[in-house]
T-cell receptor, first 116, second 110 residues
Framework: GAVVSQHPSWVICKSGTSVKIECRSL??????MFWYRQFPKQSLMLMAT?????????EQGVEKDKFLINHASLTLSTLTVTSAHPEDSSFYIC????????????FGPGTRLTVL | SQQGEEDPQALSIQEGENATMNCSYK?????LQWYRQNSGRGLVHLIL?????REKHSGRLRVTLDTSKKSSSLLITASRAADTASYFC??????????FGQGTRLTINP
């Protein structure tokens, strides 16, 4: 089946630093990936749509200069949280649409970010 | 925006019983997907049902879709302790974007 990985699985950083999270489709190519954030005991909120070779599309209310997304290849998208603050602490999850002709999205295992 | 509303928010049943979760949405959809999430983990895809389908089965899972009522249900039969998790419905509004419901926290008691 289609597998999506994320790295790191958890990260603790100091306030003001930047953190990069990687999302990889391991056995298929993904022209489009998605980034979500999830607060404890809440649902997933879509942050942005990452398109290979072009700029990401951000959802309303998500600061594009704060959350930098790069989709440099068909198997890798990165999310960089710049100048992180404690309120950015959250669970970040990426997903990728499965191989051609499927509408199923496959999710990575998530990255737990804690900003001190 | 959060489109889906799930009901109940939390459900606790005995092992072996059936669990039913409901999801309602507001706009037209291409398909509706159900996912499971264990605590602190990523999402596992369970079932996708298209807008022109009314019912779908996968093992102990049964999903129904009523587009006239803009609602879906997920039934888990003969529940097991390992089914304890949060369950989310997600609607595909087009452009491949998924909008998630608030989720149902299911607890199966041994």
């Amino acid at each position: 089946g289609a597998v999506v990985s994320q790295h790191p699985s958890w990260v603790i950083c100091k306030s003001g630093t930047s953190v990069k999270i990687e999302c990889r489709s391991l056995d298929f190519q993904a022209t489009t990936m998605f980034w979500y954030r999830q607060f404890p005991k809440q649902s997933l909120m879509l942050m942005a749509t990452s398109n290979e070779g072009s700029k990401a599309t951000y959802e309303q209310g998500v600061e594009k200069d704060k959350f930098l997304i790069n989709h440099a290849s068909l198997t890798l998208s990165t999310l960089t949280v710049t100048s992180a603050h404690p309120e950015d602490s959250s669970f970040y999850i990426c997903s990728a649409r499965g191989p051609a002709s499927t509408d199923t999205q496959y999710f990575g295992p998530g990255t737990r970010l804690t900003v001190l | 925006s959060q489109q889906g509303e799930e009901d109940p928010q939390a459900l606790s049943i005995q092992e072996g019983e059936n669990a039913t979760m409901n999801c309602s949405y507001k706009t037209s959809i291409n398909n509706l997907q159900w996912y499971r999430q264990n605590s602190g983990r990523g999402l596992v895809h369970l079932i996708l049902i298209r807008s022109n389908e009314r019912e779908k089965h996968s093992g102990r899972l049964r999903v129904t879709l009523d587009t006239s009522k803009k609602s879906s249900s997920l039934l888990i039969t003969a529940s097991r302790a390992a089914d304890t998790a949060s369950y989310f419905c997600a609607t595909d509004e087009g452009a491949q974007k998924l909008v998630f419901g608030q989720g149902t926290r299911l607890t199966i008691n041994p």
